[in-house]
């Protein structure tokens, strides 16, 4: 079974950055479209970003030109790094293959505050 293990996460003053990483068991991200996804305190989970398996990214309208999306498929590891961080950013980030059976990991908490 698939397993995915996202880290990364932490407190950052706005404007700052990180970057989330998320390692499969398997060679999951290297054959199918990834995406991150974030579920804020009281909201649903909500996409941010894919990539498909040739390179395609497209990302939610209010991370464009601040957040980037990646993969190492030798290391089986999706990243997102994330610059200019805003308070609203804050949320548990997940990743997964969409609309499959893969379970969702534990995720990783960005806390941006001052």
């Known amino acids: 079974q698939v397993q995915l293990v996202e880290s990364g996460g932490g407190l950052v003053q706005p404007g700052g950055s990180l970057r989330l990483s998320c390692t499969a068991s398997?060679?999951?991200?290297?054959?199918?479209?990834m995406a991150w996804y974030r579920q804020a305190p009281g909201k649903e989970r909500e996409y941010v970003a894919t990539i498909t398996k040739g390179g395609t990214t497209n990302y939610k309208d209010s991370v464009k030109g601040r957040f980037t999306i990646s993969r190492d498929n030798a290391k089986k590891t999706l990243y997102l790094q994330m610059n200019s961080l805003k308070p609203e950013d804050t949320a548990v980030y997940y990743c997964n293959a969409p609309n499959s059976q893969v379970p969702w990991g534990q995720g990783t908490q960005v806390t941006v505050s001052s």
């Open positions: 398997t060679s999951i991200i290297s054959i199918y479209t």
